[in-house]
């Protein structure tokens, strides 16, 4: 760390850095306006950064999802060290969507090229955007990557400046979407575009010759507080083990993980963890490693911004073939439905050494998923996908938030919209009483969705299907410290249990209720101030028996008013 | 001799209410501003004029209009003060509110708070009535079930009524029946359902709208009854109009039953003024910049017309953090708003480096040279400390400042930390500020397909001219307006709002299918129904109708707007409307996609009366001489030098047309102060408006997203 012979003064080096935080921001909305998916411009699922001429990520968009961002801050230094330096030319650009080098699926395709400056290449702009497709069988049961969809391996996309047209008819013709997919890819390098464009300015206006220096300070600082973060946690090696459920009749997945805490460092470790498996879930090592870097970064120092700095303090390592550090060829298309649980699996780790940094187990991890295909009456198809949340855990300053998609991030499709897509009717979409975890703060509530097939006579539409992607229906959000578990999750179909593994297929007149798990709670719910209880319970998440058995308050059931009397003496016989 | 009447603008902002007398024959200004009485903003009001009339006295009796702006409705929404509100849904969805849209606003942050949904769960109900996507009726509202509920609602001591069902964007039959009931069985309840404050497609944003509406129903109606009355007996008897978030002016019995449309009327009125001088002065790229003590909202105006956006956030619980609030769906002028304003707070950041903003002084205690016990450096102290600011002329001298206050502030918070001198780190606050404004502005601009090289910036409110030059300077801009009375211009923008109101529908249909009579009936229904909207501010002129398309590709999520002439739709054909799509999408986004199929989702009517001429009073010629405007020399601190260099201060009272001069210089007016560098020159119009020109600044544009990649 060079903090003594800075060249640049704290408030210089602000005033850059802002700027050059606002140089992605501005090519991050651009996409906005370029992008033709609706993923892209009204999700967000992209993620826009660049690196100093090391490969060393040093800005990425504020509005980037953590998913692609911890792994590209990975895979570009590998990406672009694998060139050297003087083997670039001006006008290069490339495509990738390795998912063992990047964001760990084929949907996520990378393009990113150098930045020149006087003649050389100053650093290096990239962008990640999920597109909705990339051809192959769209489905999590795959055995192996080749029937997931078209590998790009690091290919150039322009050399010099000439376009690659045979490799762009060559994608064209693999995926579902071309004209979509075109465009994105255009949206992609236009992105790319403005933030050279921008860096050029900049270095221009300011007489940089390189960024390297100022990346040096950047990212030093970035380091030295996400240090002194982690230095407030005791030190010591903290184990945790967890079970993901396998879905339908597939085994249950155990992960193991130590983490040590040394001075400054953290270092996780996936020793014991169950081998990969012949389906989807596979996650490689730079999405294991994204969302454990977000459970250190939420947990410790949430408004840093992200570079190479954040992530130098914590290390991983995981053994090869594990499915946290899955080998070519494993399936990886839903590695969500195993990598979301990875930041809930490194707070369970850390929740004794820091107890007010964490949260208990969410429904929205993993986040849920279900894609429809169905015909309207007049035999015409539609398809559409939802990602639904659950209750979040609760912190010890908290009650968890209801219904979030959490440690990823999204959106529900409103009723109204998803009733005019599609043939489905909503019956209805509400918090359900007493599933969030009891406890001293009570775990966010989970929420319910029913829809009906309408039956319509002659009318009536098609068999509709329903691929689930999702979880919690075996083993519910844990609580922490005394608090209980939040409720599981639950797939119904004419309320019995449907299988939520495979296909369900939805006649008309048939219901299917998707209910989603409530969080944890976090500390003994006895001690939940029964004031809380009483709000809860005129509100209808609690119930009034519930209030009594696991809270040990009494509320008046006419009145719904607390009996503090009666409740203390219960609380005290407890 | 001709009789003079006058038009009053009246704007109740934060800290101060404004106003703004002008007369209709000469084009004369008076203005005045005095504190905001937020226990009752009418005593104010009443306050203001008739320290008006001191100087004009009788002059209430000549008012033919008064243009009220008001924050009372945000300021009941962010301090939920608004009444007691039930809600009432479609079974099996009273939780709307609550759930929300399940996105976690800051992807990192596990300890995000949300707000609390307006109208609290036990205080909501259900109807078992349903109907489909396309309008069709399930279930009808059976008048036994909504009497229960107000039965229910009287027990609980609801005073306000909102109604909001499913689908009901496409048919409102039930909410016209459940209205039915209320009024008769519950007259005394205001009630606001969702087809009458805007049927736009999606149930969460447009629940959220009504009950906010609702919420704040009672409070705007019992305000603004007050107002007339007492308006009524100082002498007005003209006509009374209130600024609409949209930009246009509408009435006060329009205001009454739909508040969640006035809730931006203050930050809009600065865009409107623009959005005219950018007319007057035929200029293409227009960015308004309006600084004030606590935030800086601008606004991109491209060939004299901001756009208006149909959604915003109210009541953000991580201030300026988007997702954080609630959403009103109504049309609203698309302003950015950041918290950068003369009162931001300068303090070290977690990293070791100078912050500034968004937290602010406010008023109280206001930046450390207000001398009322703030300690905390501020952008005002800043921009004191570098000699912007006279600290005996603030405000017209009126509140003298204590610029050793502001030293100490920043030695001793800033200055010493970071190891700087003083006078850098009164520097890097004006410096950072900026370039925190400037960053915020390119991404707007960005957003808007704007290019920031080319615009010209309108500068307003108290701090904007000290500090459009160098924002100005960041974003690449040459061209600088400030307008006359640039200090309270928001309340000039009232005299050039039209009466104006805008009405939507939503009905999606895929264009193939589309039935153009029932969109022709469609529009004619809005058409009707914002007539008597504007009839009840102003009949007898001819009433101008615009409309226009909402369209997008087929599962797309966002829309294009799409103006189309206004004639008989069924005179259209399918081909014409898909190519007007095609060539406005390929415009906005540099490409369209011919083969994929585009849908309608929304129709827009906006029914507007003829503007009322507005015209400014022009300067006087007789002094000519530049040497009289000059009130001396201060030393001020040179962005370009980095050092203090001497600047000449002009009294802007005393300039005359053409007067025309070089930076380094300074312009002082009452509530105002405009800055500018050696590198740039001004000139002063016929009417006052002074145009500044920076000489080395950017370059033009050197990026086209539109000639990137090179594929067909």
């Not at chain 1, 730079?286 to 570079?307: E, H, L, Q, R």
């Not at chain 2, 909402?550 to 008989?568: H, N, P, S, Y």
Request: proline share 5%.
């Amino acid at each position: 760390m060079n903090k003594n012979n800075s060249k640049f003064d704290p408030i210089t080096l602000e005033i850059l850095w802002k700027r050059l935080v606002s140089i992605v921001d501005e090519s991050d909305a651009s996409v906005i306006r370029t992008a033709f998916s609706s993923l892209l411009r009204d999700a967000h699922d992209y993620t826009c950064m660049f690196t100093d001429s090391r490969g060393q990520e040093l800005v990425q968009g504020t509005l980037c999802t953590p998913g692609q961002a911890g792994a590209m801050a990975l895979g570009m230094k590998k990406i672009v060290n694998s060139i050297p330096l003087e083997d670039y030319n001006e006008g290069d650009v490339f495509i990738i969507n390795d998912p063992w080098l990047l964001a760990g699926h084929l949907n996520d395709v990378c393009v990113w090229s150098p930045i020149f400056f006087k003649g050389r290449p100053v650093a290096f702009t990239a962008c990640v955007f999920h597109h909705t497709d990339i051809g192959g069988r769209t489905a999590s049961d795959n055995r192996d990557v080749y029937a997931e969809g078209l590998y790009i391996p690091l290919t150039k996309l322009y050399d010099a400046g000439r376009l690659n047209e045979s490799l762009v008819n060559m994608i064209r013709w693999n995926v579902r979407t071309a004209t979509e997919f075109d465009g994105d890819i255009r949206s992609q390098v236009a992105a790319n575009h403005i933030c050279s464009q921008k860096i050029i300015e900049m270095m221009e206006d300011e007489g940089l010759d390189t960024l390297d220096d100022l990346a040096d300070e950047i990212i030093d600082r970035t380091e030295i507080s996400m240090r002194k973060a982690i230095e407030k946690i005791t030190d010591g090696t903290y184990a945790h083990s967890g079970i993901i459920e396998g879905a339908g009749n597939k085994p249950d997945i155990p992960i193991k993980l130590t983490v040590k805490v040394d001075g400054s460092n953290i270092h996780v470790d996936f020793d014991g963890t169950s081998q990969q498996v012949d389906w989807g879930v596979n996650v490689v090592y730079n999405f294991t490693y994204a969302y454990v870097f977000m459970a250190i970064k939420s947990a410790f120092d949430p408004g840093i911004p992200i570079n190479e700095g954040a992530i130098r303090p914590i290390s991983m390592t995981a053994p090869e073939g594990t499915i946290v550090n899955c080998t070519f060829p494993a399936a990886v298309a839903a590695r969500m439905v195993v990598g979301h649980f990875m930041t809930e699996m490194v707070f369970n780790a850390l929740a004794k050494a820091a107890p007010d940094n964490i949260i208990a187990g969410s429904g929205g991890t993993p986040a849920q998923t279900n894609i429809f295909h169905g015909s309207f009456a007049n035999g015409k198809p539609w398809h559409t996908m939802i990602i639904r949340g659950g209750g979040m855990g609760a912190s010890s300053r908290f009650d968890g938030h209801h219904c979030a998609i959490f440690p990823a991030n999204g959106a529900n499709t409103p009723v109204e919209i998803l009733e005019s897509d599609t043939t489905m009717i909503v019956e209805s979409r509400s918090l359900i009483q007493d599933s969030g975890g009891p406890g001293k703060q009570r775990g966010g509530i989970g929420r319910q969705m029913v829809i009906r097939s309408p039956d319509d006579g002659d009318n009536s539409p098609g068999t509709t299907s329903i691929a689930v992607q999702a979880g919690r229906y075996i083993y519910p959000p844990d609580g922490i410290f005394g608090g209980k578990d939040g409720s599981k999750a639950k797939y119904l179909k004419n309320g019995k249990n449907a299988d939520p593994s495979g296909l369900t297929f939805c006649d008309p007149g048939d219901r299917i209720s998707f209910i989603s798990a409530g969080g944890g709670g976090y500390g003994d719910p006895f001690e939940r101030d029964p004031e809380a209880v009483e709000r809860d319970v005129q509100y209808g998440y609690v119930s009034i028996k519930k209030a009594k058995q696991d809270y040990g308050v009494i509320i008046e059931p006419d009145s719904l008013k607390l009996d503090l009397t009666a409740t203390l003496q219960l609380r005290e016989n407890k | 001799m001709e009789q003079v009447t006058y038009r009053l603008g009246c704007d109740i902002g934060g800290t101060f209410t404004d106003f703004v007398l002008v007369n209709n024959i000469t084009g004369e200004f008076h203005t005045n501003k005095c504190l905001t009485t937020p226990s009752d903003p009418s005593d104010a009001i009443e306050q203001g004029i008739r320290e008006l009339a001191q100087i004009l006295p009788g002059f209430m009796d000549n008012v033919e209009e008064i243009i009220h702006g008001t924050t009372l409705v945000i300021n009941a929404i962010i301090e939920r003060k608004g009444a007691r509100t039930g809600l009432i849904t479609t079974k099996g969805f009273r939780d709307i509110l609550e759930l929300g849209r399940e996105k976690r606003y800051d992807a990192y942050d596990i300890f995000s708070e949300y707000p609390e949904p307006i109208v609290p769960r036990a205080d909501r109900a259900e109807i078992d009535e349903r109907l489909t996507f396309d309008g069709r009726v399930l279930k009808n509202v059976d008048t036994n079930e909504v009497l229960k509920v107000l039965e229910k609602f009287k027990k609980d001591g609801i005073e306000s009524i909102a109604v909001c069902f499913i689908n009901s964007y496409e048919n409102s039959v039930n909410e016209k029946k459940i209205k039915e009931i209320i009024e008769k069985e519950a007259p005394e309840l205001f009630l606001s359902t969702s087809f009458e404050v805007l049927p736009e497609i999606k149930e969460y944003e447009r629940t959220c709208t009504t009950a906010v509406n609702a919420y704040v129903k009672p409070i705007t109606f019992w305000y603004l009854n007050k107002l007339i009355t007492r308006l009524g007996t100082i002498g007005f008897d003209g006509k009374f109009f209130i600024m609409l978030s949209s930009g246009g002016i509408t009435s006060i019995e329009t205001a009454k039953n739909f508040p969640v449309r006035i809730i931006e009327s203050g930050p809009t009125a600065a865009v409107i003024a623009s959005q005219h001088y950018g007319q007057m002065f035929n200029i293409a790229d227009m960015f308004c910049f309006d600084m004030g003590g606590t935030t800086a909202k601008s606004c991109l105006i491209q060939d004299g017309h901001a756009g208006l956006v149909s959604t915003f956030e109210v009541g953000r619980v991580q201030r300026f953090q988007k997702g954080s609030g609630l959403p009103i769906q109504v049309p609203v002028v698309d302003l950015m708003e950041i918290g950068a304003g003369g009162g931001s707070i300068a303090k070290i950041s977690s990293l070791g480096l100078l912050q500034v903003g968004p937290e602010s002084a406010g008023a109280d205690p206001g930046p450390a040279c207000y001398k009322q016990g703030g300690d905390n450096p501020t952008v005002t102290d800043a921009d004191l400390v570098l000699g912007y600011l006279d600290p005996d002329f603030f405000l017209g001298g009126t509140m003298a400042l204590d610029i050793e206050l502001s030293k100490k502030a920043i030695q001793e918070k800033i200055a010493r930390p970071l190891g700087t001198t003083m006078v850098e780190a009164a520097f890097g606050i004006h410096d950072l500020i900026n370039e925190t404004m400037a960053s915020a502005a390119k991404t707007h601009i960005a957003e808007k397909g704007g290019n920031p090289n080319i615009v010209t910036v309108s500068a307003f409110g108290g701090a904007g001219p000290v500090h459009t030059y160098g924002l100005a300077k960041k974003i690449g801009a040459g061209s600088i307006l400030v307008p006359p009375l640039a200090g309270v211009g928001s309340a000039l923008g009232f005299f050039t709002a039209p009466v104006a109101f805008d009405l939507s529908r939503s009905h999606r249909k895929v264009l193939d299918e589309a039935d153009f009579k029932g969109i022709e009936l469609l529009f004619n229904e809005l058409e009707q129904e914002s007539a008597k909207i504007l009839e009840g501010a102003q009949s007898g002129d001819e009433i101008i109708f615009e409309r226009t398309l909402l369209m997008r590709f087929v599962g797309q999520g966002a829309e294009i707007d799409l103006g189309i002439e206004l004639k008989d739709f069924t005179m259209f054909s399918k081909d014409e409307i898909r190519t007007m799509f095609d060539e406005e999408y390929k415009r906005l986004y540099g490409r369209t996609s011919v083969e994929s199929p585009v849908e309608f989702v929304t129709f827009k009517v906006r029914a507007s009366l003829p503007k009322k001429p507005f015209s400014i009073s022009k300067l006087s010629t007789q002094n000519r001489n530049l040497e009289t405007c000059i009130k001396g020399e201060r030393q001020a601190f040179s962005v370009i030098k980095k050092e203090y260099i001497p600047f000449t201060v002009y009294d802007r009272s005393k300039l005359f047309a053409d007067a025309q001069f070089n930076g380094p210089a300074i312009i002082e007016e009452r509530e105002s102060t405009i800055v500018i560098g050696e590198d740039a020159k001004a000139k002063v119009d016929d009417y006052g408006f002074i145009w500044i020109k920076i000489v080395k600044s950017g370059g033009p544009i050197k990026s086209d997203i539109g000639q990137v990649g090179g594929y067909k």
